[in-house]
């Protein structure tokens, strides 16, 4: 499974990467919005973890370029932002499994990934 980690802090793209990658996962960084799309346009991805508020835009900027570059990529959303309930209702809408609010459990980021269901091959 390929894995791209969004996240402007070091320490939190450190933390979930080395997660992902003792689950198995190959994992690739971006520490921004013009990282990420770069990494999207050269490499495919099966997930994209994605912190809503980057220094160039926004976690959603990239949900929209990811699902339009790669159909059928999947996307889970971190957020440190109080209003979570907005946020949660357009990242799904957007095509995201799931919004976690920051701190969250690694494990719950695992369990979104390994447990969410894969859509029917067409």
Known sequence: MRILVVDDEPAVRGVISSML?????????A???AEAIERLQADRFDWVVLDYSLP??????????ASARQPGVR??????????ARLREEALRLGAEEV??????????????????????K
Do not use: N, Q, W, Y
């Open 21 to 29: 990658m003792r689950s198995g996962a190959e994992v690739v960084t």
């Open 100 to 121: 976690l609010r920051k701190p969250f459990c690694l494990h719950e980021l695992l369990r979104v990934i390994s447990l969410a269901p894969r859509p029917p091959l």
């Open 31 to 33: 520490s921004s919005r």
């Open 56 to 65: 160039d835009g926004t976690g959603l900027d990239i949900l929209k370029e």
């Open 75 to 84: 996307a889970v959303m971190v957020t440190g932002e109080a209003d979570v």
